[in-house]
């Protein structure tokens, strides 16, 4: 018999130097990928904001073309979530709704739909000029304009054309907030 062979010949487990390499192998990773994740998850969260927009005003457009009325897509801009948007049937009694207005019997109720920005907690509507746009209930055309949204990194933009089309862009240099850039998954300009 050798006596320098090891009596165990199948050893299991890990030392404490291996353990404490391993351990600070993950570390690093995580370090490394947490900011990539957070930045992918500020892109998603705006992405979700303008594609639901985006959504809601064709509702609108459609909405006024099938029920032969006009349709007013309201909105209140705000910072980090504290705006919304709502769409209603425009009468000579409401000529826009209040997005935030909560009372169905109320007069200006958005009776179609009322999205508030609190969903999207980390997204900014940013000011425009108009905040109120009808969709005529023969073409459904609509007087052009656009709205912006943007988080701490980026600005994208939903914008429609008086034909009714409906597109998200990234806003020109001159448009865009300041401090921001252009969302990348994005590729047209406005």
Known sequence: MNKHLPTKMNETGFTALEL??????????????????????????????????KGDLKLARTEALKRHQPIVVSRTTGNQGAWCYGLAIRTPAKANCDCEQPDISANDFCDIKRILGNDFEHITMEPAGINNNTFNPRRGTVAAGGVTFSTAKYAARVVFADTGRIRICIPQSANIPSGKVGLPSVTANC
């Open 20 to 53: 404490l390499i391993t351990i600070t192998i993950a570390g690093i990773i995580a370090t490394l990928a947490i900011p990539s994740y957070q930045d992918m998850l500020e892109r998603n969260r705006l992405k979700q904001a303008l594609e639901s927009l």
